[in-house]
């Protein structure tokens, strides 16, 4: 039998801190501590923590792609896009 290499579970919370940009790293923690507190207290809890795992790992996704926190300054102090507009580019651009 030969080794297979060990994936990495994307929902581990080492993982999503060693993935995070360091600009993010601070509320990880804090709402990574307050849910595993509230679980150690209530294992009904357990699901959230899970759960905030589960949209942290989307927050890795999304803020280590190329252009992120651009995107979102823009979104803030650019000029919006109306609804029906941005909702044709998008159907689109994934034809």
Do not use: C
């Not at 595993?36 to 959230?48: G, I, L, S, T």
């Not at 905030?52 to 979104?75: C, D, K, N």
């Amino acid at each position: 039998m030969s080794a297979q290499p060990v994936e990495k579970d994307p929902q581990d919370p080492q993982v999503i801190l060693r993935d995070l940009p360091a600009r993010e790293r601070p509320e990880f923690l804090r709402q990574y501590r307050a849910a595993a507190e509230a679980a150690r207290d209530d294992v009904a809890r357990y699901k959230d923590l899970n759960r905030l795992l589960h949209r942290w790992h989307l927050v890795v996704i999304a803020t280590t792609r190329p252009g992120y926190y651009e995107a979102i300054q823009q979104a803030k102090t650019g000029p919006g896009v109306p609804l029906m507009e941005a909702l044709e580019a998008e159907v689109a651009r994934r034809r």
